[in-house]
């Protein structure tokens, strides 16, 4: 009778398995096909048949993209563990904040489901994780071999299709127009995110972007997954991808068993290559764990296991055949490319590649992580609660809490940190009463951030200064560079007063579920919250600002865009055809991000190859209408506008077009970057948060502190270079902030800064009528520097009082 039940499920099984329809069925092609990529709607449209067609799949909208499509999960389990899919969720969500005892965690570990996150897309131009959903979702639905049922049965997998909606059709749609011309490998002439492109992974500490955000409260205050997957596509080459375990150095803040189990994942997943004859996976090299702000490294300060690979990408859905000749010898790091190594165990040496077998990698590695979870779901569990309890625990030494006076320089800046905190599952408290600490007095209303939390090792390390490790080939090799950048200190970037305390304290908190700007804040020019819509508060005349916007999809461009409309400030997009008109009529402001003098005038040259930034790829061909610069005349053009009266705002790099070409009275101390991203002078900023000096009686100090804090990453100093008595006139030269003479290092690491200390890093130089505005730095990097936004403001507001 038994048998019989057994050959009647499994027909059953079957008939479910014919109704569900396989990716080519949808499609038309199987997924990764060559010169073939499926868009949103594509995409989208399956996981809809699957969630009509099986119980296996329920499909959720969690929110919607910057432009406004729908970002969808697709939780895909069994049909009895979809049922008590709150069940699952409750229990993921108690042991990730501690809130059991420890016999009541492990019952809850044994009856729990392991909760996984695997998302696609993030960078739209690495196409394969998005086709590779697909499959991913077709197989975990469908198959019935026992290692497919034994994870749907002890596994809630949390699939995100396409996480970035926007980048996959402009990306897919731009690729389709292309195929079969000379110009099919052609880059993506704007940003494949509204205002961050590939810094859209790069936001998930601040969370700027509403798909972060949204993506945010998923993981941090919703679901709590133990283990969260993030797909890449730019191994070191010729690697076809890279696994953990990451590179050197690694954030002390991230707790060590839990940087053990990355580990472990890392290795459960290169047997597993290894075992189905997939070679070229290489560990430790390029993606280190210092940094915080990605999509695989914010989880891992909140105790989840964050899993970032990078499979191999020619580009789009073209493929490539290499030959042996093609490879280098040997990886950046100096190690063999073409010889086992402990790091890379089986050297890929070369054939075809293309969309299709970076799919079947990622497949590979998807399966890996999902059978671990699956025959170690309990010990994923209750790990998730050993971590947490660990960080709720009052530690000697501390720190105890982090501070935030009620009384702010600026205290909208402290409502939005705040605010961001709390999005990220930080538990923010208020005093309902005056108490002490630390041997001082708070008022009332002050907010205090215990350390004694779940996810302590996220706020401990957005609240204090980074100190990156200097670590070195042999004892006098050149310092290892990071990955991203060496500094993000919260409270330093946004302008906060956070006063650290060290010992227990007592005072009667409440919790905050509102965070509310004081109405102060709208006439008091020292808050961020006073030039937001200024114009039509104060029924002035608002300036007219426009935007370069090239067409090489500059990052720097689309923050700045970003910061923008957050304020309210209309502006305009300039492209290279608008500067064949005059400039002077139409606007006060003219902005130039931060991009090099040669790629302002000239961009993509018509006819000449594109670098695509990936070793062992050839440059391709842009469309010749994404082609050029602004050109000599958009140059004069520029200068004309500012002699004419207005105001020419430039960041960094851009900085040295009017430098050199106007020119202006200053000379530059730093100039371009050599190979080592040192300067001509030796000074390097990785990305770091240096002290300032500003002048507050400069208009373009309005509402600033005398002694603030700038993101440096790269950078510029000037020394002008005017006698006192000619800095006069329509020549005149004035500072409004200098680097530090002293402790320049706020947070992160510098190189040879003796170099700069003292000297100008923001000045206003006069220019005919006009004026120009040179930040040696960038006041609105990835919109996290909201303490130095007024500088930028305060350029953009003055430009009409300056004609």
């Given amino acids: ?221 919703e679901w709590f997954p133990q283990i969260v997957y993030n797909q890449h596509q730019a191994p070191a080459f010729p690697a076809r991808i890279f696994v953990p375990p990451y590179a050197e150095p690694l954030n002390p803040h991230i707790p060590a068993m839990l940087m053990e189990g990355i580990n472990v994942i890392g290795s459960v997943m290169k047997e597993r290559f290894a075992r189905e004859d997939k070679p070229g996976v290489l560990s430790y090299l390029g993606y280190d764990a210092w940094w915080n702000g990605g999509l695989r490294s914010v989880p ?59 799919i079947d990698y990622m497949l590979t590695a998807d399966w890996a992580i999902l059978e671990l979870a699956a025959g170690r779901s309990e010990h994923f569990l209750y790990k998730a609660w050993e971590m947490a309890r660990a960080a709720m625990e009052t530690r000697t030494g501390g720190p105890h809490a982090y501070i935030v006076p009620a009384a702010q320089w600026d205290a909208s800046a402290a409502v939005d940190m705040l605010q961001r905190l709390a999005w990220s599952g930080i538990d923010v408290r208020r005093a309902a009463d005056t108490f002490q600490a630390g041997g001082k007095t708070y008022a009332a209303g002050t907010y205090v951030l215990s350390a004694a939390q779940p996810f302590r090792a996220h706020l401990v390390d957005l609240m204090e200064a980074q100190k990156y490790p200097e670590l070195r080939s042999g004892t006098t090799g050149p310092t290892k560079r990071p990955y991203d950048v060496a500094g993000w200190t919260l409270p330093m ?48 005349s608002a300036p007219r600002v426009a935007l370069y916007e090239p067409f090489t999809a500059n990052m720097d461009t689309g923050w700045t865009q970003y910061v923008l409309d957050q304020f309210k400030v209309p502006h305009t997009l ?32 018509a006819g000449e190859g594109v670098s695509r930034g990936r070793a062992g790829d050839a440059p391709t061909l842009q469309r010749p209408e ?58 390097y900023s990785p990305g770091s948060i240096i002290r300032i000096k500003v002048d507050p009686s400069h208009p373009l100090a309005a509402g600033m502190p005398e002694d603030a804090y700038a993101f440096a990453s790269g950078g510029e100093a000037w020394d002008i270079t005017l006698l006192k008595e000619f800095n006069t006139g329509d020549r005149a030269v004035r500072s409004v902030a200098r680097y530090a003479e002293k402790d320049l290092l706020a947070s992160g690491w510098l190189s040879g800064d003796r170099v700069v ?3 100008h890093i923001l000045l206003q130089a006069r220019h005919g009528k006009g004026r120009v505005v040179l930040f040696g730095f960038r006041p609105q990097f990835r919109a996290q520097t909201a303490g130095t936004f007024k500088f930028l403001l305060n350029a953009i507001y003055s430009a009409v009082a300056a004609r």
């Fill in 574 to 605: 300039l492209h290279n055809a608008d500067f064949a008109s005059p400039l002077a009529e139409r606007f006060d402001a003219v902005i130039l991000a931060s991009q090099s003098v040669n790629s302002i005038l000239h961009g993509t040259r």
């Fill in 626 to 683: 994404f082609t050029g610069g602004i050109g000599l005349h958009g140059l004069a053009r520029l200068e004309e506008f500012v002699r004419a009266g207005g105001t020419l705002i430039a960041f960094d790099d851009s900085t040295a077009l009017p430098v050199q070409f106007f020119p202006l009275p200053v000379r530059p101390l730093l100039g371009d970057a050599g190979e080592g991203g040192e300067s001509t002078g030796g000074y």
């Fill in 757 to 759: 200390r003292g000297k």
């Fill in 1 to 221: 009778m038994v048998r019989r039940f057994a050959v009647f499920l499994a027909f059953v099984f079957r008939l479910s398995a014919a109704a569900v329809p396989s990716p080519k069925e949808h499609l038309g092609y199987t997924p990764g096909e060559d010169y073939k990529l499926a868009d949103f709607a594509d995409v989208s449209g399956y996981f809809r048949k699957l969630a009509a067609a099986s119980d296996r799949i329920q499909l959720e909208e969690f929110g919607r993209s910057a432009n406004g499509k729908p970002l969808l999960v697709a939780y895909i389990s069994s049909a009895e563990n979809l049922r008590q899919l709150g069940k699952w969720k409750q229990i993921s969500r108690d042991l990730a904040l501690g809130r059991a005892s420890a016999e009541d965690a492990r019952r809850m570990a044994r009856e729990g489901r392991a909760i996984v996150w695997i998302d696609s897309g993030l960078h739209a131009s690495e196409v394969a994780p998005v086709q590779h959903s697909f499959d991913l979702a077709y197989r975990m639905i469908t198959q019935e071999d026992d290692e497919t049922r034994r994870i749907r049965d002890r596994v809630i997998l949390l699939q995100v299709p396409v996480i970035n909606p926007d980048g996959l059709d402009w990306i897919a749609h731009w690729y389709r127009q292309n195929v079969g011309t000379p110009y099919e490998l052609a880059p993506l002439p704007h940003l494949y995110q509204k205002y961050a492109g590939h810094d859209n992974n790069r936001d998930y500490f601040m969370l700027n972007l509403p798909e972060t955000r949204h993506v945010a409260r998923m993981l941090f205050r």
């Fill in 493 to 540: 970037n946004m302008g906060v007063d956070v006063q650290r305390v060290d010992a227990p304290f007592d005072a009667r908190l409440e919790a905050v579920t509102e965070f509310a700007v004081p109405a102060s804040a709208a006439q008091d020019p020292r808050q961020n919250a006073y030039y937001v819509g200024l114009p039509a508060r104060q029924r002035t």
């Fill in 300 to 358: 891992a300060f909140h105790n989840m296991h964050g899993i970032l690979t990078e499979t191999a990408l020619h580009s789009y859905a073209t493929p490539r055949t290499y030959a042996l000749s093609d490879l280098p010898d040997r990886f950046s790091n100096g190690m063999p490319a073409k010889e086992p190594t402990v790091f890379y165990e089986r050297p890929w040496l070369g054939g075809k590649w293309g969309t299709r077998p970076a």
